[in-house]
């Protein structure tokens, strides 16, 4: 999910151009509002339902911070996924699917989190590549935000590497990461550093063809304010400036979670966290644990990419891309 959304949570980073607050209602809202009685059916979108020029058809997913639904356009009945902004801590949808805040502390953040949602939806929408995740629109309804995906059909990398009947060699390991790789290059050129990339993000379609999900922690870079910094990240996928605040984040991020996402094929387990490696690195080099099952100069590209210190990573997907020699 959109990071921004989940950092104006943590970091309660204010925006000047923020709505004037309706505190009367959020407060009438309060009272009503108690997640103990609240109905179960009001947590998503129920199939039917019309929003925009969608019908909703059934939910996808959910997390803490939205949920995305498989829809169809009303017209020409083509499928979509679109992902709906409800960060759950901070707001609940009312019986006319409208979403209103918990409290009047939250509204505040909610709706700093829903313009950030809404710009980074923007950003997506001109990032036009075959392995990224299309977006093609997005609109205002409920009083949330929604963003319209192009719908693909795959299973996610982690529910696949689950699966140990899947053969995991070289080969697809190459299909996979090379054409990854391409799309995480497109990130970097347009200055953007995806910062959750991990075999959950990575929706691989039939012909194994992957397709990067999930810019919800997209940033710019370089990046001089520190404070706009955001701590969300991934256990055994993010790398230490992504763990700690300090340390640029730029294209060796993203390679470090690629590395660490190969490694997981390999292992068929998220690595070992960065943060726990700073202290004591008991992560054994791929080129130990899997010698002689891929070849040598592949593993050495992976350990390369996992190195804990920024700087002893590559530092373009194209020097990464070199090594793997995928
Ligand atoms: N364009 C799409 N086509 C098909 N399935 C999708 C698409 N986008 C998302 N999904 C499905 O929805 C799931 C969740 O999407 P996404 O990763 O973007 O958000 P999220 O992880 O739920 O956000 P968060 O965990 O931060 O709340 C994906 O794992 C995938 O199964
Ligand atoms: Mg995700």
Known sequence: MLLAAKAVILFIIFSPILEELPIA??????????????????????????????????????????????????????????????????????????????????????????????????????LKHPNIVEVVSFFNANSTVYMVMTYDYGITLDKLIKNKTLKIDAELLATIFNALLDGVELIHQYNLVHLDIKPANILIRPDHNPLLLDFGAVQSYPRNEERQRSKVMTKGFSPIEQCESKGALGPWTDIYAVGASIRSCLDRKAPIPADQRVKKDNLIPATKVHKKKFPEHFLQAIDWAMSIEPGNRPQSVQEFKQALQV
């Open 25 to 126: 209602e959020s407060k009438r809202m309060a009272e009503y509002y108690d997640p103990e009685t609240y109905p179960k059916e009001w947590n998503y979108l129920q199939p039917g339902t019309i929003i925009d020029q969608y019908v909703v058809e059934r939910e996808l997913a959910h997390g803490g911070f939205s949920s995305v639904y498989l829809a169809r356009q009303r017209e020409d009945h083509v499928q979509v996924a679109i992902k709906e902004y409800l960060p759950r801590k901070l707001a609940h949808r009312t019986w006319n699917n409208k979403v209103v805040a918990n409290d009047e502390e939250s509204l505040r953040l909610f709706k700093c989190g829903r313009k950030l949602f809404l710009d980074e939806a923007r950003v997506l929408a001109e």
